[in-house]
């Protein structure tokens, strides 16, 4: 919610960005009445902030020549928004920023007055994020600054890279683009020399990793949010439906944000559909719900659940339970 201390900064800052601003034109960007902007101007000039008005059709209210905003003013709020953010920076990035998270937050304890500062004690107590990461951001931290260096210097890394689906990590060299954080994991996208085409590593999947001298040039039209929000679209995907059973449904409805669809069978139970990057994907998804799902289809989805399913009992012999 917008405060009035918000609003008195805010006021300085048009002020200050634009003189000789008519009243109604500021009232309008401030969403008050004219009437309360003029109680503002009054509140301003007890706190000696000078402003002073010029009559006539290209006048209005300006701050006094030379007047600037004190450099390190925040409302409550943006002092929490700098505050908890410097705060993931350090949680995310592990060692790679923790000290300079730790330095800015230092820095902010010295400049903010009180009414900042509860407001972050608050803040602190009462709005927490936990789990950033689902690998470990120390273990991480030298990659991750290998990555980063290279993507600042433009200097090509080279990699073994173990991927989900092979059996031996294979040797990679790659310029990095950029480094993402996306679902609790750290990928590195950048031009895979291997395979001819950009390409997105998880980090945690990184074996070994030695930033090289060559240099590369990262094309002019690369953007990252452009190719983040193009990936999924462009991978070929394997569709699976599959069939809660009545007892489960609740299960389905909870992670509605998985299934491409999710609709009501006569039996009383929920059939989804899925879409997954293979199926080795599925059949794990499907044999974390146990007996609660069955495949519908594709066939071969449920053939390689079996077989997992049979390998799995295996490792549990009759005997061995009694």
Not at 13 to 23: D, E, F, G, V
Not at 94 to 115: F, I, M, S, T, W
Not at 212 to 220: A, M, S, V, Y
Request: hydrophobic share 45%.
């Amino acid at each position: 919610m917008t405060t009035p201390a918000t609003r008195l900064i805010t006021l300085i800052m048009l002020l200050q960005r634009q003189p000789n601003q008519k009243a109604a034109q500021l009232a309008d960007k401030l969403g008050v009445s004219v009437r309360t902007l003029h109680r503002y101007f009054g509140m301003l000039e007890e706190m000696g902030i000078p402003i002073y008005a010029e009559r006539g059709p290209h006048g209005g209210f300006s701050l006094v020549r030379g007047y600037k905003l004190p450099p390190m003013i925040f409302s409550p709020e943006e002092a929490v928004a700098v505050y908890l953010g410097s705060s993931l920076v350090g949680q995310m990035w592990g060692r790679l920023y923790e000290q300079a998270a730790l330095g800015a937050l230092a820095k902010l304890d010295n400049v903010l007055p009180d009414e900042q500062r509860a407001e972050i004690a608050w803040a602190q107590r009462s709005l927490v994020a936990r789990g950033m990461n689902r690998a470990d951001p120390i273990a991480l931290s030298p990659f991750l600054e290998k990555i980063r260096r290279g993507a600042r210097l433009c200097r090509q890394i080279e990699m073994a890279y173990q991927g989900s689906t092979t059996p031996e990590a294979t040797e990679r060299q790659v310029d990095p683009y950029a480094l993402v954080h996306r679902n609790g994991w750290w990928y590195l996208v950048g031009y895979c020399h291997l395979r001819q085409a950009l390409r997105t590593f998880r980090v945690d999947r990184i074996q070994e990793l030695a930033l090289l001298g060559q240099t590369f040039q990262k094309p002019d039209d690369f953007d990252i949010q452009a190719y983040l929000d193009a990936e999924f679209k462009d991978q070929s995907g394997v569709k699976a439906r599959l069939r809660f059973i009545p007892e489960a449904a609740h299960v389905a409805n909870a992670n509605l944000a998985n299934w491409e669809s999710a609709q009501e069978n006569p039996e009383g139970g929920v059939d989804v559909v899925v879409v997954a990057p293979d199926l080795y994907w599925l059949a794990s998804l499907v044999l974390g719900f146990a007996h609660w799902v069955t495949v519908l289809d594709p066939p071969e989805l449920r053939t390689l659940v079996r077989e997992w399913a049979l390998e799995i009992a295996a490792l549990y012999p009759q005997e061995s339970l009694d």
